[in-house]
């Protein structure tokens, strides 16, 4: 790895009443045509990287993303760089994944003369980055169909002691998803099963899966149907209904919940497994049509049976919003997406145990769109007249919804973070091919946890009783811990502050203490920061220069 400076420093910083130590590592630059880097797994001795960048897909049209593997030590320097261009000839990257004491590299294969695309792994040598074996085959799908297309996701399952594949092929008209369950060895634990469901494949989209630990699946999807009056095509279809449903280890139907229930309707929803109990996180909205949130539902299943054991629900008011000041901010996009008040746009983030067997959740409204602009030159006095258009991905994270839910399923309390930040990336010009312009929908398949946003979003450390939040925002907010009447919206992320927003667990209570200014190194990517014990290693990236570095803030 190149290095371009070799300074290592710490700060430390009291602040209410903790005293945190923030260490940077080496900066050093991506590889060229690296599009980010993110920390996949930390432990006391070692820290593994991923660079991601992309290459010509192996296997039909396009691009892939593929990866390298950066290890550092504890003191984050370097070990080694990996990349797998040889060894995944005839391949396309899917992900590296841990799990127990191994490091298993997943890649995509497909033989044409079975027209067959296959799943492949192989462990790595945590210590060198080297293959330990050879590729051994996982799963393949028949690709022989028109048009097939397979989507395919990788997870731990709850007790993360299993490896559960995901998989459905698009192409076909009626859903079908298939799972297959492996321990860290590789090895199937029973049979791949599939589960479907009644319907069309373009009016139904998977939003959450659970593997639960006991060998059931639990589904949650996305009703849509075409607007009244319109002709059936994808721009036309509009959300309608959740549908939530148990399976048996053999994709047999074990129940169907009712989603809508007293006149509520749900329009956002998590499942987690705790215990032996699986959670049902929801905002609802009072009208059918789904355009605002009104209130927060809590339900608590058994998975086994999935007999619902208690539900609450919490009413949601506008006097929880802030208002925004875009202050002098040019763009028209970025004032767009802020006259929502309480939109149904809720996205579910992080979810954690408290001590009283309850349950901190973690909510933040968030809009991803794809927007194109056209400017036009010339034309005048008879010359030529040229329109170029660029195309955008648009990043909108704003308030932080934080709940606590008793063990009981009561709501004890609800506690508002008001929050402005955007963030847009450059996507190409005139020759870009991509989705359409509009607000994008997020699949199980296509999670919202990928590398972008960059620099918005927050990350925790949590301890026992305190839950530590941290976010870049702009310096005017930084005492903003409630609603208040106005607040300063933050679209130069590498000019904000790193705040720390420290919340006890059981009252609710908020307090705000700033870290460091990112104008000083590279900025800090919270959201994707990754934990060891009270620990958080992050990314830091100056994204005029290219440059990187890996920090360490430790309570």
């Known amino acids: ?78 070990v080694f760089r990996k990349e797998f261009d040889h060894e995944m000839k005839g391949k396309d990257f899917e992900q590296f994944f841990f799990i127990e004491n191994k490091l298993y590299l997943f890649a995509e294969g497909y033989e044409k003369r079975d027209r067959t695309q296959i799943l492949y792994a192989v462990e790595l040598d945590k210590n060198s980055g080297n293959l330990k074996g050879d590729w051994q085959q996982v799963y393949s799908w028949d690709m022989s169909a028109k048009g097939a297309d397979v ?42 099963f599939t589960i479907t469901n009644e319907f069309d494949a373009k009016t139904y989209q998977l939003e959450d899966f659970i593997y639960s630990t006991s060998g ?52 956002s929803s998590k499942l987690i497994q705790v215990n032996k109990q699986v959670i049902l996180a929801a905002y609802y909205s009072n009208e059918k049509k789904r355009r605002q949130i009104n209130g927060m539902l809590i339900e608590r299943i058994d998975p086994v049976t999935g007999n619902i054991l208690g539900t609450t629900k919490k009413e949601l008011t506008n006097s929880l919003i802030a208002d925004s000041d875009d202050g002098d901010e040019k763009s028209s996009r970025k004032k767009k997406d802020d006259d929502d008040g ?11 145990e408290t001590p009283d067997n309850g349950l901190v959740i973690l909510s933040e409204q968030y809009t991803d769109q794809i927007v194109t602009t056209s400017s036009t030159v010339g034309g005048m006095n008879g010359s030529a007249r040229t329109t170029f258009n ?40 005139s020759s870009y091919t991509g989705m359409a312009a509009g607000t994008q929908t997020v699949s199980y398949f296509k999670p919202t946890t990928s590398g972008r946003p960059f620099y918005s979003g927050f990350g925790c450390i949590p301890e026992t009783n305190t839950l530590h939040i941290f976010f870049n925002d702009d310096v005017k907010n930084a005492d903003v811990t409630g609603p208040v009447k106005k607040i300063r919206m933050i679209s130069d992320l590498g000019i904000s502050d790193c705040f720390h927003l420290k919340l006890d667990i059981m009252t609710g209570k908020l307090t705000r203490t700033s870290l460091f200014s990112n104008k000083k190194t590279p900025t800090a990517m919270p959201r994707l920061g990754v934990i060891f014990n009270n620990s958080m290693y992050i990314v830091g990236k100056d994204s005029r220069r290219s440059k990187v570095v890996v920090g360490k803030l430790t309570l």
């Open 342 to 352: 309480l939109a149904a746009n809720l996205v579910f983030r992080n979810v954690y």
């Open 216 to 267: 059931n699946s639990m589904l949650v999807g996305r009703v849509y149907d075409y607007e009244e009056g319109k002709k059936k095509k994808e721009k036309n279809l509009v959300f309608t209904n959740y549908d939530i449903r148990i399976y048996d280890n053999q994709g047999k139907q074990i129940k169907a919940l009712t989603t809508d229930i007293d006149g509520k309707f749900l329009v």
């Open 390 to 429: 660029d195309t955008y991905e648009d990043y909108t994270s704003r308030d932080m919804y934080i709940s606590k839910i008793s063990a009981q399923g009561n709501i004890d309390w609800l506690e508002v973070l008001p929050k402005r930040q955007w963030e847009s990336i450059t996507l190409g010009g």
């Open 1 to 78: 790895m190149k290095r371009t400076l070799s300074t290592l420093f710490c700060c430390s910083i009291l602040a209410a009443g903790y005293s945190q130590t923030m260490t940077w590592g080496d900066e050093f630059k991506l590889r060229k045509g690296s599009t980010d880097l993110s920390v996949i797994k930390a432990d006391a001795s070692d820290i593994f990287l991923e660079e991601s960048h992309d290459v010509r897909a192996t296997f039909g049209p396009g691009v892939r993303q593929s990866a390298i593997l950066v290890k550092l030590d504890a003191n984050m320097h370097e």
């Open 151 to 192: 989507e395919v996701r990788i997870t731990p399952n709850a007790d993360t002691s299993r490896i559960v594949i995901a998989s459905t092929n698009t192409a076909r008209t009626q859903n079908s998803f298939e799972i297959l369950v492996l321990d860290a060895n590789l090895k199937a634990a029973g049979k791949a």
